[in-house]
C-alpha cells in the first residue's frame, strides 16, 4: 500500500515488559533483584507489569528506572464485578500505567474493540496511563484486511480516548506473538507509519508527532536493535524475554547502542 512520507516521531523511546500469566514469588523477587541490579537508560520510560498478584510487591521493591502497569482493568468503576479489578482500584494501589487490548484477552476472552475502547477510556479518566494495543491475525494481512483491521481498532479508541497525551500504541501482529516470529523491520515500519498517517489526519500533525506506537511480537534482544532505529518505531512491547532481566536489559539499552553503533 503507497503512503506519503509519514511525519518522524519526536516521541521518548518506550519499552514496556508484560510478564504475562507467569512467576512465583520466589521467580518475581529474582528477576526485580536481577533488574534492580543491571543499567538502564535514564532518558527512556520502562514500564513492567507483572501479574496482579504480585504487582504491590513489584512497586514496592522495583528500582524507579522502571514504573509499573496492570495487565487488564474493567470497563467500569468498582462494582459487582467478580474477579475483575478496576482502574480505581489500580490508581488507589498506586500503580500508573495500565494494558488495554492485549491480543491474547482479544482473541482468548473475546474482548470486542468496544471493550477495549471503554477500557481505555475509563482508565484515562480514572487518571491512569494506558498502553493501547492493536494488530492484526495472519488470516486478516493474508487476505489483504491489514489496515481495515488497524482502522476499526484505532476506531474504537478515538471514540474514547480524550488525552492522547497518556496513550502509548503498543502495534501487535497476532502472528508474531510468542512465536518466535517476527515483523521484518520494514513490515513493522510499514504499519507503524501507517498508524501515525492515521493520527495526523485524526488529531494533527503535532499531536501524532507526540504519540509513542510502539512494536510488539517476538521482541528479543538478538532483534531489537534493527526495529530500535525504524523512524516510526517508538520502541517495545515484550513478552517472554522481559521475564528474562539480561535480555530486557539489552531491549532496554537497543536504541543507544543503535546510536552508537551508526556512528
Not at 83 to 107: C, F, N, Q, Y
Not at 156 to 182: H, S
Request: charge should be negative.
Amino acid at each position: 500500500m503507497g503512503l506519503a512520507a509519514p511525519p518522524a516521531s519526536s516521541a521518548k523511546f518506550f519499552v514496556g515488559g508484560n510478564w504475562k500469566c507467569n512467576g512465583t514469588h520466589a521467580s518475581v523477587e529474582k528477576l526485580v533483584a536481577d533488574l534492580n541490579a543491571g543499567e538502564v537508560p535514564s532518558d527512556i520510560d520502562i514500564v513492567v507489569a507483572p501479574p496482579f498478584i504480585y504487582i504491590d510487591w513489584v512497586r514496592a521493591n522495583i528500582k524507579s528506572a522502571y514504573e509499573v502497569a496492570a495487565q487488564n482493568c474493567w470497563t467500569k468503576p468498582d462494582g459487582a464485578f467478580t474477579g475483575e479489578i478496576s482502574a480505581e482500584m489500580i490508581k488507589d494501589a498506586m500503580v500508573p500505567w495500565v494494558i488495554t487490548g492485549h491480543s491474547e484477552r482479544r482473541l482468548l476472552l473475546g474482548e470486542s474493540n468496544r471493550t477495549v475502547g471503554l477500557k481505555t477510556g475509563h482508565a484515562l479518566e480514572v487518571g491512569l496511563s494506558v498502553i493501547a494495543c492493536i494488530g492484526e491475525t495472519l488470516e486478516q494481512r493474508n487476505s489483504g484486511h491489514l489496515y481495515d483491521t488497524i482502522d476499526i481498532q484505532l476506531q474504537a479508541l478515538f471514540e474514547n480516548v480524550q488525552d492522547w497525551g497518556r496513550v502509548v500504541l503498543a502495534y501487535e501482529p497476532v502472528w508474531a506473538i510468542g512465536t518466535g516470529v517476527v515483523a521484518s523491520p520494514a513490515q513493522a515500519q510499514e504499519v507503524h507509519a501507517y498508524v501515525r498517517k492515521v493520527l495526523t489526519d485524526r488529531l494533527g500533525k503535532s499531536r501524532a508527532e507526540s504519540i509513542r506506537i510502539i512494536y510488539g511480537g517476538s521482541v528479543t534482544d538478538a532483534n531489537c536493535g534493527e526495529l530500535a532505529t525504524q523512524e516510526d518505531i517508538d520502541g517495545f512491547l515484550v513478552g517472554g524475554a522481559s521475564l528474562k532481566a539480561p535480555s530486557f536489559i539489552n531491549i532496554c539499552n537497543a536504541r543507544g547502542a543503535a546510536a552508537a553503533a551508526a556512528n
